[in-house]
């Protein structure tokens, strides 16, 4: 296991690990950053997508690695302009929706999917069909972690899927 990992609280409550303390550590996030971003350093990236919350700091770390601008998939509701949605039930059985400014990607733009932790997919997926829907097209996707499940299977199948937490750990 990459050491920068073992700052992740994972003596939490319920299903969630807490990543928050790994991003505190200027020299483990900045790690972190650089191993998220490395395998589209060489990539035709035009722009980075953050998930909220905690994609938005990933977002904007790898974004600036990779030289490009950086957009926000926000929390359904949270925009006060004009937006694109996608609904989806998380982790926890709740129904959620993702948002996207409509102007903010061009018709295909090469896009890099970032949020800390891909649990059943269905956020993601919901990033995903967001990007589609304005033009644009998924490049890729960073995480730290992917769980293993049908779904995220299909997204390791179906894109260039990065995490820097491997199954095997």
Known sequence: MKG???RIDTNTSGNRNDVTPLFADRAAFAQLSHDLAAPFLDARIDVVAGIDALGFILGTAI??????????????GKLPVETVRESFVDYSGK???????????APGAEVLIVDEW???G????AAIALVKRLGGIVAGIAT?????????????????????WKDDI
């Open 63 to 76: 974004a600036e690695r990779l030289d490009v601008g950086v957009v926000t998939i926000r929390k359904g």
């Open 4 to 6: 920068y990992l073992q």
């Open 95 to 105: 129904q959620k929706t993702l948002e996207i400014r409509p102007d903010v990607l």
């Open 144 to 164: 730290i972690r992917v769980d293993r499940n049908d779904r995220t299977d299909g997204l390791r199948r179906d894109f260039q899927l990065h995490s820097v």
């Open 118 to 120: 891909i649990e059943t």
């Open 122 to 125: 269905a956020q993601v997926c």
